[in-house]
C-alpha cells in the first residue's frame, strides 16, 4: 500500500469547490454559511490568497452561547459583530496539488490539524483536503468502497 499511497497526489483528490471568505466578514456571516453546508472549515483570503483559516469550533468559541436564546443580551448578539480575522488560524499549514497522499497525512498527523488547504506557490486557493479525503483515498487505494 505505501508505494500505491506514495503515488497518489492530492490533486486527485482535493475538493475543488471551497467557499472562501474575506478577512472582514462578520461571524454572523461566517455562522450563516456554516448552518448551510456540511463541512466544517472556512478558507479566509485577501485579495484571492489564502491568509487564514476558520473552523466550525473556532466559530462556536468565539460566538456567545446564548445568541438565538431567550437568554440573549445585546452583548451576546454582538459577538456576532467580531471579524473573521480577529478568529481565524494565521498562516495555516498548506499543501501543494503534487503532495502525496502520505506527505499529506503525515503533516496532518504531525501539525495536528484536521484539513489542508492546497494552494499554489504564491498561496491562491485551489483546493481543500480533510482527514475524511485521506481516509477514503487509503480505503479506496485498497478496493474498500465508503460512501460519502
Known amino acids: 500500500m505505501e508505494l500505491e499511497t506514495k503515488a497518489r497526489v ?3 483528490i482535493m475538493t475543488i469547490r471551497v467557499v472562501t471568505i474575506e478577512m472582514d466578514d462578520s461571524l454572523e456571516v461566517v455562522r450563516d454559511i456554516f448552518k448551510k453546508v456540511q463541512f466544517h472549515h472556512l478558507l479566509v483570503v ?14 462556536l468559541k468565539a460566538v456567545s452561547p446564548f445568541v438565538g436564546t431567550l437568554s440573549e443580551t445585546t452583548r451576546d448578539r454582538a459577538t456576532l459583530n467580531k ?7 494565521h498562516h495555516p499549514v498548506t499543501v501543494r496539488s503534487s503532495c ?3 506527505d499529506a497525512a ?3 498527523l504531525a501539525q495536528g490539524v484536521s484539513c489542508l488547504p492546497v494552494t ?4 491562491v486557493v ?9 481516509l477514503r483515498a487509503i480505503l479506496d487505494s485498497q478496493g ?3 460512501g460519502s
Open 100 to 102: 502525496s497522499l502520505q
Open 144 to 146: 474498500i468502497s465508503v
Open 126 to 134: 485551489l483546493g481543500i483536503i480533510t482527514w475524511k479525503d485521506v
Open 46 to 59: 485577501d485579495n484571492e490568497k489564502l491568509v487564514g483559516i476558520i473552523s466550525d469550533r473556532d466559530m
Open 120 to 123: 499554489t506557490i504564491d498561496g
Open 10 to 12: 492530492i490533486g486527485r
Open 83 to 89: 471579524r473573521a480575522h480577529q478568529i481565524m488560524t
Open 106 to 108: 503525515e503533516l496532518m
